[in-house]
T-cell receptor, first 112, second 116 residues
Framework: GNSVTQMEGPVTLSEEAFLTINCTYT??????LFWYVQYPGEGLQLLLK?????DKGSNKGFEATYRKETTSFHLEKGSVQVSDSAVYFC???????????FGTGTLLAVQP | KAGVTQTPRYLIKTRGQQVTLSCSPI?????VSWYQQTPGQGLQFLFE???????NKGNFPGRFSGRQFSNSRSEMNVSTLELGDSALYLC???????????????FGPGTRLTVL
C-alpha cells in the first residue's frame, strides 16, 4: 500500500541555518504530495503541495520538488528562524480519494 | 472566511462512556475527513464524508462512526471508550472531495480527548 517515510527528528539548528527534511514515498500511480506544519497545541497547517512530477511547491521560504524518479519530496529552507520551530509532516494523497497518508513527523527546533 | 472549527476543544471521559465530536467545515467545502493523532501511531485516517455519504474509511473498529449533515457539518462518535482512544482528533475540510487527491485539506485545531 501507499506509505510515507520521513527522517527521524528532532532536528536542531541555529537561526539562519539551512534546513532539509527528507521525505520519500511509496505509491501506485501519481499521488499528490504535501507538507503540513503543526505548531504546539494547534492543528495542521498546509505549508506547500505538488500535484505532479517536477512540480515545485513553495511558501514562506520553504520549497519542495516532486521527484518521481527518486520518489522523494524533500523540504528545504535556506535560512530558518526561531519561529519555524514546529513539527513537519510529509503526506500523500492518491487515487480517487482525499485520504492523506502521513509520515511520522519531524520535530524542528531552531535556536537563536 | 472562517476556518474549520471543532467543538469541544477538550474532553475528559471515562472508560465505557461514549463521546460525540463536532466539526464545521469552511464555508462552501463539501468534504470532511477525520484523523486521529497519537504519539504512538501518529496521524491516522478515520473516515471521509462527502455530500452526507461516507466515501472512505480507515482501519478502525466499529466503535468509531461518523456522519455528515446537509450543511456539510460533521460529527464523529466513539462508543465504549477505551484508554487507547485518548488522542487529538482532527477534522479537515476540502472543496470538492472528489477524485485524484489534489484537493487541499484544511485542518481544524482538533479536539483533545482524554479517557480515564
Amino acid at each position: 500500500g501507499n506509505s510515507v517515510t520521513q527522517m527521524e527528528g528532532p532536528v536542531t539548528l541555529s537561526e539562519e541555518a539551512f534546513l532539509t527534511i527528507n521525505c520519500t514515498y511509496t505509491a501506485t500511480g501519481y499521488p499528490s504530495l504535501f507538507w503540513y506544519v503543526q505548531y504546539p497545541g494547534e492543528g495542521l497547517q498546509l505549508l506547500l503541495k505538488a500535484t505532479k512530477a517536477d512540480d515545485k511547491g513553495s511558501n514562506k521560504g520553504f520549497e519542495a520538488t516532486y521527484r518521481k524518479e527518486t520518489t522523494s519530496f524533500h523540504l528545504e529552507k535556506g535560512s530558518v528562524q526561531v519561529s519555524d520551530s514546529a513539527v513537519y509532516f510529509c503526506a500523500l494523497a492518491g487515487g480517487a480519494t482525499n485520504k492523506l497518508i502521513f509520515g511520522t513527523g519531524t520535530l524542528l527546533a531552531v535556536q537563536p | 472566511k472562517a476556518g474549520v472549527t471543532q467543538t469541544p476543544r477538550y474532553l475528559i471521559k471515562t472508560r465505557g462512556q461514549q463521546v460525540t465530536l463536532s466539526c464545521s467545515p469552511i464555508s462552501g467545502h463539501r468534504s470532511v475527513s477525520w484523523y486521529q493523532q497519537t504519539p504512538g501511531q501518529g496521524l491516522q485516517f478515520l473516515f471521509e464524508y462527502f455530500s452526507e455519504t461516507q466515501r472512505n474509511k480507515g482501519n478502525f473498529p466499529g466503535r468509531f462512526s461518523g456522519r455528515q449533515f446537509s450543511n456539510s457539518r460533521s460529527e464523529m462518535n466513539v462508543s465504549t471508550l477505551e484508554l487507547g482512544d485518548s488522542a487529538l482528533y482532527l477534522c479537515a475540510s476540502s472543496l470538492a472531495g472528489g477524485g485524484k487527491g489534489t484537493d487541499t485539506q484544511y485542518f481544524g485545531p482538533g479536539t483533545r480527548l482524554t479517557v480515564l
